[in-house]
């Protein structure tokens, strides 16, 4: 796996990777992390990934962070960890 860029972003850190003929773009924000797997196919090149990148994106992203931590917090309280 080659690290292609980090995407600056202040609600999260994006990095951009190549694997295997995929681009995968992860998102981490605390102990969470989200990656999505993208065929270099489906893309003219690195520029792509950056316009997917959008605010509406990102926001959605940032959103499903708050709700993995709400389903983990459940999962702590439904068995008293």
Same mark, same amino acid.
């Given at each position: 796996?080659? +690290?292609?860029?980090?995407? !600056? #972003? !202040? $609600?999260? *850190?994006?990095?951009?990777f =190549?694997? #295997?003929? *995929?681009?995968?773009?992860?998102?981490?924000?605390? =102990?969470?992390? +989200?990656?999505?797997? /993208? =065929?270099?196919?489906?893309?003219?090149?690195?520029?792509?990934? $950056?316009?997917?990148?959008?605010?509406?994106? /990102? &926001?959605?992203? /940032?959103?499903?962070? @708050? @709700?993995? +931590?709400?389903?983990? &917090?459940?999962?702590?309280?439904? $068995?008293?960890?």
């Amino acid at each position: 796996m080659r +690290q292609l860029a980090i995407i !600056p #972003n !202040p $609600h999260a *850190k994006i990095t951009l990777f =190549s694997w #295997n003929g *995929k681009y995968l773009i992860k998102l981490e924000k605390g =102990s969470f992390e +989200q990656t999505y797997k /993208v =065929s270099e196919l489906d893309l003219t090149g690195e520029e792509d990934i $950056h316009r997917l990148l959008d605010a509406e994106f /990102v &926001q959605a992203a /940032v959103a499903r962070f @708050a @709700a993995m +931590q709400t389903d983990l &917090q459940a999962a702590f309280d439904r $068995h008293d960890i």
